[in-house]
């Protein structure tokens, strides 16, 4: 299982509809309407989502 695949099966059903991204090296790629943006890390994208 890749790190993307057990971030998704670790969340909650309704975290996991809403979060949608992946790690590279240079930080976290989440989706923000309908395009990935560069986070410097998973939290910074979460907190975003949150806002």
Do not use: H, N, P, W
Not at 12 to 35: C, H, I, N, Q, R
Request: glycine share 12%.
């Amino acid at each position: 299982m890749d790190s993307f695949s057990f971030i998704i099966a670790s969340r909650s059903s309704k975290e996991a509809t809403d979060m949608k991204g992946y790690f590279v090296s240079g930080g976290y790629m989440g989706l923000v309407g309908g395009s990935y943006q560069l986070f410097a890390t998973e939290s910074d994208y979460l907190e975003y989502l949150a806002d």
